[in-house]
């Protein structure tokens, strides 16, 4: 049997039940490819299901307000990438007549999709035959054909392409990488062993060449509960590290370990200075761990003790808006509020 039936038939034994391979959509793939780019199928599961119950459909997304689609979106970060969904999805609406097109060209034009997603979804919902090249397959492909040129993986990856299923082949390739071609591969398991050249070569480990590993960067963010007659500031800036497009409540990173060569990116901007300087503010007892990416992040929250004065200048130039204290977590839509709203003691915030 050659290597591309052994991989099907294999896939068709050990495939995980997953609710978007089940009568697989275009956009179904996509919310999933999309959700899957930044956690780990388990945790994405519960959050796609209850994403797909309250939009069913591209239509139905495209119309829904962006900050209903962001509150589904919690608890996967990456904020960018809902409001991105969603506004591609009101493009294919529009543009395409609600079906995600056909030809690669035409998907790589709408906004956020990429290589690897624009081939996932034609793959698998129009059966188009790309190869996919995700981090699993990637690996994969280094040591099938014992190659270290990241350049031509692509390439190999189309050439290997099972033309009679090649939806079915990209997912098989990819549960390979997930399930069995790990970074300590079980070769002993693995469907198409026989055609591997890293196997027969015995330099499995010399394969994918090693990358190295992302450290962890450590900081401290502080968030301050800024009032003004009862409301709460909330603020965007694009030129921060975090929360680029995102109103968040107004933060300072400390302690971070930080390359001196990035350190500007995580610089905090005048007008946290100035409010800080300006305006008293005590710690809210409590604290808690975060990541985001490379970054191990401790939370803590602040309260200012009065009110931000109405010509306050610092903001000037920025997006802000005023929000009461129970809109807080729909209008600041991250796990990270969620986390350090539990701090707020119980018998509100700004009681004397
Ligand atoms: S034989 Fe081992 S290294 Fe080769 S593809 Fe299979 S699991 Fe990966």
């Known amino acids: ?6 991989l099907k038939l294999w896939f068709d034994q050990n495939k995980r039940d997953l609710p978007f391979r089940n009568k697989p959509s275009a956009y179904k793939i996509w919310v999933s490819e999309v959700m899957l780019q930044q956690t780990r199928v388990a945790a994405m599961l519960p959050l796609y299901n209850q994403f797909l119950l309250s939009f069913p459909d591209m239509e139905t997304l495209s119309r829904a307000d962006e900050t209903e689609v962001l509150e589904h979106w919690r608890g996967l970060g990456y904020y960018s990438r809902a409001r991105n969904l969603h506004k591609a999805c009101q493009i294919v609406t529009s543009r395409y007549n609600g079906r995600f097109p056909e030809s690669l060209d035409e998907a790589l034009e709408i906004p956020g999709v990429g290589p690897y997603t ?3 979804i034609l793959s698998m919902a129009y059966g188009k035959k ?3 090249l995700d ?3 990637k690996r994969v492909i280094s040591r099938l054909f014992t190659e270290s040129d990241e350049k031509k993986w ?5 050439s290997f392409l099972n033309q009679e299923h090649p939806g079915d082949h990209n997912q098989a390739m ?3 990488g997930a399930l069995v071609c790990l970074p300590k591969p079980l070769c002993a398991k693995c469907p198409i062993q026989k055609f591997c050249k890293a196997y027969t070569e015995n330099s499995i480990e010399q394969y994918p060449p090693g990358k190295l590993e992302k450290t962890k960067l450590t900081l401290d963010l502080h968030f301050f509960m800024i009032k003004r007659k009862d409301k709460i500031l909330l603020i965007k800036d694009s030129s921060r590290r975090f929360f680029k497009n995102l ?3 107004p933060y300072l990173i400390e302690n971070a370990t930080i390359p001196a060569k990035d350190a500007k990116n995580y610089m905090n901007p005048s007008y946290m200075n100035e409010i800080i300087s300006n305006i008293q503010s005590e710690s809210i007892p409590g604290s808690s761990s975060h990541s985001i990416t490379h970054h191990k992040i401790k939370l803590f929250l602040h309260k200012t003790l009065k009110d931000l004065p109405e010509n306050f200048q610092a903001l000037y130039g920025f997006e802000t808006k005023w929000v009461e204290m129970d809109r807080l977590e729909r209008e600041f839509p991250s796990s990270i509020a969620k986390k350090i709203l539990k701090f707020l003691p119980q018998n509100g915030l700004f009681q004397e």
Do not use: I, W
């Open 1 to 6: 049997m050659e290597a591309q039936s052994s």
């Open 118 to 120: 624009a081939r996932a």
């Open 174 to 176: 990819m549960e390979l």
């Open 130 to 132: 790309y190869a996919v």
């Open 154 to 158: 692509q390439n190999l990856a189309d």
């Open 247 to 249: 109103f968040t409540l």
């Open 135 to 137: 981090g699993n397959v």
